[in-house]
């Protein structure tokens, strides 16, 4: 039995692959390369989307900062003449305060959207 040669099965000259290897190839490069430059795309659409909102959906206006209003909250905190705020953090919607007084030092948690106190906590040395 006599086995026909193919020419399609035969490597190039030169090479170890054949016209049919060499021709996937080019189409798996052609599709990465579609797929890199779409990803880049993606990419700065999302960097342009993000820096044109400015930030608008987390910005308080200057009035309601003067005004010591946010979203028609008002708060007032007691802390005592002869206490005063050393530090503050701001998580979310959470102010925490630290406080010094001559009763000792605390840290005081509110709720900016209600305006309550969530925990009051004291510090002692150990």
Same mark, same amino acid.
């Given at each position: ?7 399609g ?5 030169g090479?170890?692959?054949t ?8 189409i ?8 890199l430059?779409?990803?880049f ?12 909102? /400015? /930030?608008?959906?987390?910005?308080v206006?200057?009035?309601?900062v003067?005004? /010591?209003?946010?979203?028609?909250v ?7 003449k002869?206490?005063?705020v ?5 998580? /979310?919607?959470?102010?925490?305060l ?29």
């Amino acid at each position: 039995m006599t086995v026909l040669n193919d020419s399609g099965n035969e490597p190039l000259p030169g090479t170890v692959f054949t016209p049919r290897q060499v021709r996937v190839l080019k189409i798996a490069v052609i599709v990465m390369g579609l797929l890199l430059v779409g990803g880049f795309a993606f990419v700065l659409a999302a960097i342009v989307y993000q820096a044109s909102r /400015g /930030g608008q959906d987390e910005a308080v206006s200057a009035e309601a900062v003067s005004a /010591g209003v946010l979203d028609g909250v008002e708060a007032e905190l007691a802390i005592g003449k002869d206490g005063s705020v050393t530090g503050l953090a701001l998580d /979310g919607d959470r102010l925490a305060l630290h406080l010094n007084s001559a009763s000792g030092p605390k840290i005081v948690v509110i709720d900016l959207a209600t305006g309550k106190v969530v925990a009051r906590v004291r510090l002692k040395a150990e």
